[in-house]
């Protein structure tokens, strides 16, 4: 009887290689690169293809790509198999470790396949005839590799040096990484180096001893985290915080390349691990002249060439021996023999915090720049305004209404000094941008209210007001002095006489009791107890670049200075390009789910707020940072069915919170307009499809001057009121855009 194998699939992988077609988002094993499926589509079909004997089959993939994966999987017998998902990324030594797991605790001591998933191999049944050739070493307890013989000297593979021959089977005497050119071509010329095609097929017992042997920290964290997963009928599931907690190595650093006894059995099949745009061009179907041409293209006179538009019209004349790949966002050209070298592109990508390498622009982008205006104008100025300048007034006991129900009525709420500043900062906006309201009159009424009812004897802010104006909550917060120092500095540039004095004395406030001593940014409370938090250091500096904007002084932009510090030392994360919400007093991050907490809509509010800073202070290299927090946040904070900004998602992209609110989209607005020719991508596309969201999941589904404030992962709103609090967001974006298409749209 033939002896059954548990085959798993390895889709773990960005194909950097591949750009711009690839991305962090839409990685190669997703993409259809030969007309007849994607890549991980064909490697599970290749896998349900054995002529004979049981083959379960496993996917091993990230928890973001969840819904590509099924969407592949769909028609598919896996017989018993399914798809683990990994929370976050760790090499593949962690994939190796699971499967062999999954396999011992299902199947027992059975053979098992590994294969990657986004390579081009001939036929199944070539395919499986090398695979049955390898069972007999692999039953004997041996680690089995599979290896290609070498048609080239090609420099971007592993290879792998073998000895002794037996029964078609070879000994490995040593694994190789990709060489330089002469060392490639000597390996070509020695006779007994084969490419390692990553595919690898053991006993599940051999190598649950050999990670024994070499790497016990992999295999017990990993078990660990396989032990405290849950699985429903989509899939298995790990556990972000034991999965995290895996060393990251590779099964060929970690096992194959320190094992003894390994065995090499040379392929029977045609392979390409599609890891260039040359190997594109080697194995698609070429015209006559050699051209692999897809997509809207005019090609004459070229040779040679892989020349590929997903997008506009690409032509090209004359050219040989050449990648040209175009999308929507992003050209790469090079000679095809450069082309192993796109990473070194991606690299420096990376580093300036481009936003082309983490996410795939959207297909449904507006191109026409300021479609939305009028659209955006009637809502403010008729609709709107108008709304919240008369209902949202509290004209009996002062300041405003906390929120007003679905029906534009009053909610006796009590009153929380943000929402009074903000409702202040707002009226200050539309007045600036021409609003013919009774703008003053409303400044002059909030801020009454706010002095009149809501200093405290330090000279500070109360947190809460009961409805009727008496104090609720006497707490001196940084986060509303944030927001009332942001609202008293437009009401200066708007006029009112008071906002200069109640600022002065609001700043002497802030350095005098919630400066905190150590000179590491600002308490949370004047008592200084508290969690330590990232989001009022940046609304403070919204605050003091509004009054550098008010004042011309430069004290209000050091002081913005200090919190640009804090942001580089403890608040951005490099690696992740994520920027923390949750620290201890020592500035370090919070224990828990806490620590690794991170907000899409923050994010977006930063990265304005960092290329206005640049833009004021010089320190040009900020809108770098700005691009990268607003790049991690389109491709691990979105809500892929709606396109809207989770409320919070994991560093390691996974959604904490999957309500969408309206502010982050209008925040996400704000940021894109202000990257938009900062340096990168054209984003005046991106900006029309942010507006187009904003109203076509928050605004238009509202009654008239309101906006659904809470969506659910799958559109359906979960709003029961509109909070006033929310008002100053879309004020301020959606003049921001008015600002920025008024000379392109009459």
């Known amino acids: 009887m033939t002896e059954r194998i548990v085959s798993f699939v390895m889709s773990g992988g960005v ?17 259809d690169l030969s007309g007849d499926g ?33 969407a592949d999987l769909a028609g598919l017998d896996l017989a018993g198999g399914g798809p683990l998902f990994e929370p976050t990324g760790r090499n593949t030594a962690a994939a190796v470790a699971l499967a062999t797991l999954r396999t011992l605790s ?27 050739a390898g069972t007999e070493a692999a039953s004997a307890g041996r680690l089995v590799v599979f290896g290609i013989k070498p048609t080239q000297p090609e420099t971007g593979y592993g290879y792998i040096e073998v000895a002794a021959e037996s029964g078609g089977t070879f000994d490995v005497s040593r694994f190789v990484e990709k060489p330089d050119l002469a060392t490639a071509q000597n ?11 990553g595919i690898f097929l053991f006993r599940a017992g051999a190598m649950r001893d050999a990670f024994a042997v070499f790497q ?12 405290a997963a849950t699985s429903d009928l989509s899939g298995l599931y790990m556990p972000l915080e034991l999965y995290a907690a895996i060393p990251s190595n590779s099964i060929d650093y970690a096992v194959m390349e320190r094992a003894r006894d390994i065995a090499m059995v040379p392929a029977g099949f045609r392979w390409n691990d599609l890891g260039s745009w040359q190997s594109l061009l080697d194995v698609g179907p070429a015209d006559g002249q050699g051209n692999i041409v897809i997509g809207d293209v005019v090609a004459i006179d070229c040779e040679n060439s892989y020349i590929r538009s997903d997008g506009r019209l690409l032509s090209a004349i004359g050219m040989k021996d050449v990648a040209i790949v175009s999308t929507a966002d992003a050209t790469f050209v090079a000679p095809v023999s450069h082309s192993q070298h796109v990473k070194k592109i991606v690299e420096q990508l990376e580093k300036s915090g481009r936003l082309e390498t983490r996410f795939t622009p959207a297909h449904d982008r507006v191109i026409e720049s300021g479609a939305w205006r009028r659209r955006v104008h009637h809502w403010l100025f008729q609709e709107t ?7 949202g007034v509290d004209e009996r006991h002062g300041g405003f209404h906390e929120a007003l129900g679905l029906d534009a009525a009053p909610l006796m709420k009590p009153k929380r000094m943000r929402t009074m500043a903000r409702q202040v900062y707002a009226f200050a906006v539309a007045k600036a941008r021409g609003w013919d309201g009774p703008a003053d009159r409303l400044i002059s009424h909030g801020i009454d209210f706010m002095a009149g009812k809501g200093r405290t004897d330090k000279g500070g802010w109360v947190r809460t007001l009961n409805v009727d104006g008496s104090v609720a909550d006497a707490t001196e917060d940084a986060y509303d002095h944030s927001c009332v120092l942001l609202a008293l500095a437009h009401a200066h540039m708007s006029g009112n006489p008071d906002a200069l004095r109640l600022g002065e004395e609001t700043l002497a406030f802030l350095d005098a009791h919630l400066e905190d001593s150590r000179m590491t940014g600002f308490l949370e409370t004047s008592d200084g107890e508290g969690e330590r938090r990232s989001n009022p250091h940046m609304h403070l500096l919204e605050a003091f670049l509004a009054w550098y904007q008010a004042t011309g002084e430069r004290a209000h932009l050091r002081r913005a200075a200090r919190i640009i510090d804090l942001f580089r030392s403890h608040f951005f994360d490099p690696d992740s390009w994520t920027l923390g919400e949750y620290f201890d007093a020592e500035w370090k991050p919070s224990a828990g789910e806490k620590g690794s907490w991170t907000e899409p809509g923050h994010h ?27 790049a991690s946040a389109i491709a691990n904070g979105l809500n892929r069915a709606t396109g809207l900004a989770y409320g919070a998602v994991s560093r390691q992209g996974l959604p904490l919170d999957r309500v969408s609110r309206s502010w982050p989209q209008a925040e996400a607005l704000k940021a894109a307009i202000a990257l938009d020719g ?21 605004i238009d589904p509202a009654p008239l001057g309101l906006w659904i404030d809470r969506i659910d992962e799958r559109g359906r709103s979960l709003a029961t009121d509109v909070p006033a609090s929310i008002f100053y967001h879309l004020v301020c974006a959606l003049t921001q855009y008015l600002d920025g298409t008024a000379e392109k749209v009459g």
């Open 604 to 630: 977006f509010e930063w990265a304005s707020l960092l290329v206005d800073f640049a833009r004021r202070s010089g320190q040009a290299e900020l809108s770098g940072f700005a691009r990268k927090l607003y």
């Open 678 to 698: 900062s340096g990168g991508p054209d984003l005046k596309p991106e900006i029309e499809a942010r507006v187009g969201r904003l109203f076509r999941w928050h």
């Open 216 to 227: 016990p920290d992999i295999w017990q964290a990993t078990e660990a985290a396989y032990r």
């Open 38 to 70: 994607s890549m991980l589509a064909k490697t599970l079909r290749r896998l349900t293809a054995r002529p004979e004997g049981d083959t379960p089959i496993f996917l091993i993939a990230s928890e973001r790509h969840a819904e590509r994966v099924h």
């Open 106 to 132: 299902e199947f027992g001591d059975s053979l098992v396949l590994v294969v990657p998933s986004d390579h081009e191999i001939s036929t199944p049944r070539q395919f499986w005839q090398s695979v049955e």
């Open 385 to 391: 305004l108008p709304l919240w300048s008369t209902s």
């Open 15 to 31: 194909g950097s290689r591949l750009w711009p077609l690839s991305r962090e988002d839409n990685p190669k094993q997703f993409h």
């Open 187 to 197: 390996y070509l010329q020695a006779g007994n180096f084969y490419w390692n095609t």
